[in-house]
């Protein structure tokens, strides 16, 4: 019988010598959960921690991240606008997102789904 899942906790293993804090964006690198500093372009941004986990001193994929993969607000760098919905948006840092990729090196974040004054809604691409 298949099984079913309902709501938007998930559990990565992390990554060895990664430590994350609550809230903070989460992304997967080969298949193990790392942060923002630890990222790569080729990374998929996946959510946000629901709790903070410290894996420094712990082998790969010892440690478990709860991670929230609904959609996520963060701060607008100024270049998205309504007229982007629907558009990939990348980030500039934990906490910021642009449209422009600056040629591949920035981390894609997700679907916009939504532009407010005080910032940009996206979906994760898993």
Same mark, same amino acid.
């Given at each position: 019988? &298949? =099984?079913?899942?309902?709501?938007?906790?998930?559990?990565? @293993?992390?990554?060895?010598?990664?430590?994350?804090? !609550?809230? %903070? &964006?989460?992304?997967?690198?080969? @298949?193990? =959960?790392?942060? $923002?500093?630890?990222?790569? &372009?080729?990374?998929? $941004?996946?959510?946000? !921690?629901?709790?903070?986990?410290?894996?420094?001193?712990? &082998?790969? /994929?010892?440690?478990?991240?709860?991670?929230?993969? %609904?959609?996520?607000?963060?701060?607008?760098?100024?270049?998205?606008?309504?007229?982007?919905?629907? /558009?990939? !948006?990348?980030?500039?840092? =934990?906490?910021?997102?642009?449209?422009? /990729? /600056? @040629?591949?090196?920035?981390?894609?974040?997700?679907?916009?789904?939504?532009?407010?004054?005080?910032?940009?809604?996206? !979906? =994760?691409?898993?």
């Amino acid at each position: 019988m &298949p =099984a079913k899942r309902y709501g938007t906790k998930r559990a990565y @293993g992390m990554k060895a010598n990664i430590s994350l804090i !609550a809230h %903070a &964006p989460v992304f997967l690198s080969a @298949g193990l =959960a790392v942060d $923002f500093a630890s990222a790569t &372009p080729a990374d998929t $941004f996946i959510g946000t !921690a629901t709790l903070g986990q410290d894996a420094t001193g712990q &082998p790969d /994929n010892v440690m478990r991240v709860e991670v929230d993969i %609904a959609e996520t607000k963060f701060a607008n760098s100024g270049d998205i606008t309504p007229a982007h919905i629907g /558009n990939t !948006a990348y980030f500039i840092d =934990a906490n910021t997102l642009s449209l422009d /990729n /600056n @040629g591949d090196a920035r981390i894609r974040g997700g679907t916009i789904t939504q532009v407010d004054d005080d910032g940009i809604w996206i !979906a =994760a691409k898993l």
